[in-house]
C-alpha cells in the first residue's frame, strides 16, 4: 500500500542552524501538507501546497518557514533560523483529488508520513 | 483559529468493552475525520465524514458527522488490545484540518 515517508527520521540541531524535512508524498497525490505536534500536545497545521504553490499557511509559517517541491518526488520544510520552541515532530501528508462541493468542501483525506522528530539545542 | 473540544480526555477500558468519544466546535467543519496515532509515529486515518448525518462504519469503528455540522462522534465496539492509542478528531475547514486534543484509550487486560 502507498505511503508518505519522511526523512530523517530524527534531526538534531542547533539553535540558529537551518534545516530541511524532507518527505516523499504518495506518488498520485496533488496536495501535500505539513503539520507539528509540540510533544504531548495537537498536531498543528502548518502549510498547504498544491501546482507548486502555497494554497494556505497557518500563522505558525511564519518568514522561517519555506516550502519547496524539488523534484517530481520530494517535498520539503526548510526552517531558516531554528529557535528552541521549534522543536517538535513534523509530519508530512499527502491527499488526492479534491472532492465534494467546490469551493467549499475542500479537505480531504489526508494521509500522513511517519514523521521528523526535530531537537533544537 | 477554530478550536475543538475532544471528549473524554483519556478512557481506561477493559478489553471488549465498547468505546466512544467525541468531538464539538463552536465552528461548522465541511468535513469531519478520525486518526488514530501509536507512540512515535503518524496519525493514521480511520474514517473521514462529508455530509452532515453521515454515518460511516469501518470495520468495528463506527462515526457519525453531526447534523449541525459541528460535531462528530467515533465508536469503537468490543475493544481490543490493538486499540490502544490516542484518537483525534479533526475538522477539515478554511485552515487546513484543525484537529482535536486526542482521546488516550487505554486498555486493561
Known amino acids: 500500500e502507498p505511503e508518505v515517508t519522511q526523512t530523517p527520521s530524527h534531526q538534531v540541531t542547533q539553535m540558529g542552524q537551518e534545516v530541511i524535512l524532507r518527505c516523499v508524498p504518495i506518488s498520485n497525490h496533488l496536495y501535500f501538507y505539513w503539520y507539528r505536534q509540540i510533544l504531548g500536545q495537537k498536531v498543528e497545521f502548518l502549510v498547504s501546497f498544491y501546482n507548486n504553490e502555497i494554497s494556505e499557511k497557518s500563522e505558525i509559517f511564519d518568514d522561517q518557514f519555506s516550502v519547496e517541491r524539488p523534484d517530481g518526488s520530494n517535498f520539503t520544510l526548510k526552517i531558516r533560523s531554528t529557535k528552541l520552541e521549534d522543536s517538535a515532530m513534523y509530519f508530512c501528508a499527502s491527499s488526492d483529488t479534491r472532492k465534494g462541493r467546490p469551493a467549499v468542501d475542500y479537505y480531504y483525506e489526508q494521509y500522513f508520513g511517519p514523521g521528523t522528530r526535530l531537537t533544537v539545542t | ?109
Open chain 2, 1 to 109: 483559529g477554530q478550536q475543538l473540544n475532544q471528549s473524554p480526555q483519556s478512557m481506561f477500558i477493559q478489553e471488549g468493552e465498547d468505546v466512544s468519544m467525541n468531538c464539538t466546535s463552536s465552528s461548522i467543519f465541511n468535513t469531519w475525520l478520525w486518526y488514530k496515532q501509536d507512540p512515535g509515529e503518524g496519525p493514521v486515518l480511520l474514517i473521514a465524514l462529508y455530509k452532515a448525518g453521515e454515518l460511516t462504519s469501518n470495520g468495528r469503528l463506527t462515526a457519525q458527522f453531526g447534523i449541525t455540522r459541528k460535531d462528530s462522534f467515533l465508536n469503537i465496539s468490543a475493544s481490543i488490545p490493538s486499540d490502544v492509542g490516542i484518537y483525534f478528531c479533526a475538522g477539515g475547514g478554511a485552515d487546513g484540518l484543525t484537529f482535536g486534543k486526542g482521546t488516550h484509550l487505554i486498555i486493561q487486560p
